[in-house]
């Protein structure tokens, strides 16, 4: 019995039915008052605190249920509403917990530091009364979740204000990329190896080369026995030179493009020469044994530095373009950076040692306009494009392709990327930077893409694959204004020396 006693007790000094003493009127109850004042000194005598917000003498004297005429305009059958209530909203005070939300505003001003034996007690006295937790109640909460809209809605102001484009989104978002290939070269016998670095020759023992201007192909030299073969292919940016690399013979052939004429043999490996990469007068080579070799091509002596950070064969090697690291990708599924150490007596390691890809590292490309970003791509059993920041160290971002990665190569005009891939869909994709969202697709060869190249305008990228051909893509070609705009900055020579005679 004393418990509910207790609660009985509790109950009544929770409740807000009894008047508040010395409290300001209500709202309703200083109308009353005004109104009554205005009326005449008969009705002053009238003892509001009788008076509610739900009887009648509060309403509008109005019978009718809508006014005769337009509220706001005068007129001999309308009666004004002065009565209290017909311009107020009153709640469902029923539906709120206003016993609960009195009691929390007078626990903050009293507030004291509780034990927490204290404050359990006090937990399991709210559930056994109320039913909930007074600490998680609130004074002002919305009961019941929105209903959700039927299937089939649509919103009518989304549809009206949606109708007339705004002058910021009329602007072009996207550029047109054609999807169909403008050149296809045939290629016979191309090898088909992952490891290999053959964008810019084809057959198994020739070599030649293409001039996309005027569409003429050049043949420098083809070897007698099909047993030998070229294993990689460079271009050197600063001169004429492309090197050449015989997989039974494991040296590199420096031969002049347009005389089509050997210069030297530099032998330093003992395995075959999978791939290279030029800086200036410095080209460095990685072979199937792991070594990476830099070669002086300007003295006797060509061989200055070796790098020993892979335990397989060097598939990719990449130098940036400010010709400050040198990246290099194997099939141990590791990345490495190496500062530019021409001095052969210096203690060479790497900058940096990636390796979270899970597969053979063959596809990197370095960032043109951000000489500190890198991107790399996986194998079959990663097929992860990864970027990384080589000042760091860290990874930016990186994205499953669910394809292999064969070839990546950076644009010079858009900042956007383009990836080459093998098993299972063998296509190439463009990439936004540095979000890695796909743009495009283009799609064609019926093998894997083993290399790409860019060209030096940047307008086109040249693939080849192991369906025996070279396709010619162009992706990256500049707007009509943007190219206009470009010609413009540029000056003419003569402009510039006139310039600084003045």
């Given amino acids: 019995m004393a418990q509910f006693m207790f609660e009985n007790d509790l109950n009544n000094i929770l409740k807000l039915d009894t008047p508040i003493a010395n ?16 009326a005449g000194p008969q009705s002053t005598s009238m003892n509001t605190s009788g008076l509610s917000p739900l009887k009648t003498t509060n309403r509008s004297l109005s019978t009718s249920k809508t006014p005769s005429k337009t509220p706001g305009k005068s007129g001999k059958g309308q009666v004004s509403p002065s009565n209290v209530g017909a311009d107020r909203y009153i709640p469902n005070r029923s539906a709120m917990q206003m016993d609960v939300a009195s009691f929390l505003l007078s626990r903050e001003n009293g507030m004291e530091e509780d034990s927490p034996t204290r404050r359990e007690h006090r937990k399991m006295w709210a559930l056994n009364l109320n039913g909930f937790d007074i600490e998680d109640a609130k004074i002002l909460k919305m009961s019941g979740k929105p209903q959700n809209a039927p299937e089939g809605y649509q919103n009518n102001l989304k549809v009206l204000y949606s109708q007339k484009v705004t002058p910021g989104s009329s602007k072009k978002s996207s550029r047109y990329i054609p999807t169909v290939p403008d050149r296809i070269l045939d290629a016979p016998a191309l090898r088909n190896d992952f490891s290999l670095a053959v964008v810019v020759h084809w057959a198994a023992n020739s070599v030649f ?6 569409s003429s192909i050049r043949r420098i030299l083809s070897l007698p026995s099909p047993q030998i073969f070229y294993s990689s292919v460079s271009l050197s940016k600063f001169s004429i030179w492309v ?15 347009q005389e089509q004429k050997r210069l030297r043999n530099m032998v330093s490996h003992s395995g075959r020469v999978s791939a290279l990469s030029w800086n200036s007068y410095i080209l460095s080579s990685g072979s199937k044994t792991g070594f990476i070799h830099h070669h002086d091509v300007r003295v006797a002596d060509h061989h200055v530095a070796t790098l020993a950070g892979h335990t397989q064969e060097v598939c990719g090697l990449k130098w ?36 979270q890809h899970q597969g053979a590292i063959k596809a990197i490309a370095w960032c043109p306009w951000q000489p500190s970003v890198l991107a790399t791509g996986g194998g079959t059993s990663d097929r992860q494009i990864r970027i990384w920041n080589i000042y760091s160290g860290s990874c930016l971002n990186a994205l499953d392709t669910q394809s292999q990665v064969c070839a990546l190569a950076f644009s010079s005009h858009y900042k956007e990327m383009i990836s080459g891939h093998g098993f299972s869909h063998n296509q190439l994709v463009l990439w936004k930077y540095p979000t890695l969202v796909k743009v495009k697709e283009l799609k064609g060869h019926t093998g894997r893409v083993l290399s790409l190249a860019l060209s030096p305008d940047g307008n086109s990228v040249v693939s080849a694959a192991a369906d025996e051909t070279l396709r010619v893509w162009k992706c990256f070609e500049l707007d009509p204004a943007k190219k206009k705009e470009k010609e413009k900055n540029v000056q003419p020579v003569g402009r510039l020396i006139h310039q600084s005679i003045r």
């Fill in 23 to 38: 409290a300001p009127l209500a709202r309703w109850q200083r109308k009353a008052n005004e109104n009554s004042m205005s």
């Fill in 209 to 214: 080369t293409w001039d996309q201007s005027s």
């Fill in 243 to 257: 090197v050449i690399n015989g997989v039974s013979m494991c040296e590199a052939q420096v031969w002049d493009v």
């Fill in 320 to 355: 940036s373009p400010d010709g400050r690291y040198l990246a290099s990708g194997g099939n141990d599924n590791m990345v490495n950076v190496w500062p530019c150490t021409p001095s052969n007596n210096a203690e060479h390691s790497p900058l940096h040692t990636f390796t």
